[in-house]
């Protein structure tokens, strides 16, 4: 284990925000883990968990031990006529699982190609895209609980998923640091190209005969075509969530708004947010060094030298201006250090 001092961060974050973290290690094994817990508990350190760095805005230099998480490894574990049981270290990138899963067709993440960060993040967030979420493919992870270093066991139920949620996220929030997960992928394919652009790529390049690499490659097509690559332009990808609202309100909403679009869900109907944003005139502003992309209003960026400050107050004026006109509330995906 090696513990560094003043390290800057902006090259492991996504938005490309210039602060620093106090301690930093890289971790490659469940035990340097356990070191660096017991390290950062032995000098009275607080720490964060760090992976892609996909999903934090950093509003400020983290006074405490940052620990990146560089646990690799794709493992078939066991296999039957239908589906592969393939244990993932939470350091792989997602897409490289993704292209490693339709390299040997196995099928159920093709929709969820090139979403950024890691593995270990994907069942935190239930990340989800195109009529597919990660619970449709989770078998179980496991994680080391930062009180007791040891090292548990959570089936899908134990996860708690909900949309872009998890136990992690909540009741147990900084408390276990996911290591590996299993995923059950299938071996015949169930396609899902009804959501979105993808039928409608797949019908320009002329594919009559589906597959998951001919999916995969609409969706990331679909993704280039919206999303800025965060090597070039700072951003995490989708800023807030799509909001779930009554039926009642959203009947209300479109006798003012008929062009309002809404997915029914059991819970109620849920509205695009970056549908939201765009008709609160914010697509494609610009407030200094940060601003709301021109292609995707979902997406928020740091044109440079932004600060995370500055993404957080274009965040709530953002929400306000959306709650102002439509009477929904935003909430961020990203969260907040």
Known sequence: ????????????????I???ARFFTAVDSEMQLKQALVWAKNQNQNVLILGGGSNILLTKDFDGLVIKIEIKGINLIREDENYTWVKVGAGEGWHDLVRYAIDKNWAGIENLSLIPGTVGASPMQNIGAYGVEIKEVFESLDALNRSSVQMETFSAEACKFGYRESVFKHELKDQYVICTVVFRLKKKPDFRIEYGAIHDVLKEKGITELSIKAVSDAVSEIRMSKLPDPKKIGNAGSFFKNPTISQKQFIELRSVFPEMPGYPTPDGVKVPAGWLIEQAGWKGKR????????KQALVLVNYGNGEGS????????VGQSVMEKFKVQLQPEVNFI
Do not use: R, Y
Not at 8 to 15: A, E, I, R, Y
Not at 287 to 294: C, F, K, L, M, S
């Open 1 to 16: 284990m090696n513990i560094q001092e003043n390290i800057s961060l902006k090259p492991l974050n996504t938005f490309g």
């Open 18 to 20: 210039a602060k620093n």
């Open 287 to 294: 407030i200094g060094e940060v601003g709301v992309h021109a």
């Open 310 to 317: 500055d993404i957080k107050a274009l965040s709530e004026k």
